[in-house]
């Protein structure tokens, strides 16, 4: 209860695991079959996580979402209008993320 726990997926990116887009992240890597992979070995282990596209384009719908709620939220700041980016340009890139997310 209020606690936080970081899993590093690679060198360099640490995510917080019990925030909501950590589930997701977490659910398409568990969809990734890779159970008759050669490479593995006898003993099923390896030195990293290899990550696929579908996960890198899932991180990157994740972030173009926060992005978008950042932007509708912070619409009418002082010094910054962000009307043109929350109306038509976050909704694109949300369409155009999903799009690479669904292939």
């Not at 030195?47 to 509708?72: H, K, M, P, Q, R």
């Not at 043109?84 to 340009?89: E, H, K």
Request: a negative charge.
């Amino acid at each position: 209860m209020g606690s936080q726990l970081n899993v590093e997926i690679f060198p360099g990116l640490i995510k917080d695991a019990t925030a909501s887009p950590a589930y997701l992240l977490g659910w398409v890597k568990g969809m990734q079959y890779d159970g008759l992979n050669k490479s593995l070995g006898p003993d099923l282990k390896r030195e990293f996580v290899e990550l696929s596209n579908c996960f890198a384009a899932t991180y990157a719908f994740i972030g173009t979402v926060d992005i978008a709620v950042y932007n509708y939220k912070h619409i009418l700041d002082r010094y910054t209008v962000k009307w043109f980016d929350a109306a038509f340009i976050d909704p694109l890139n949300i369409f155009a993320d999903f799009m690479v997310t669904y292939e």
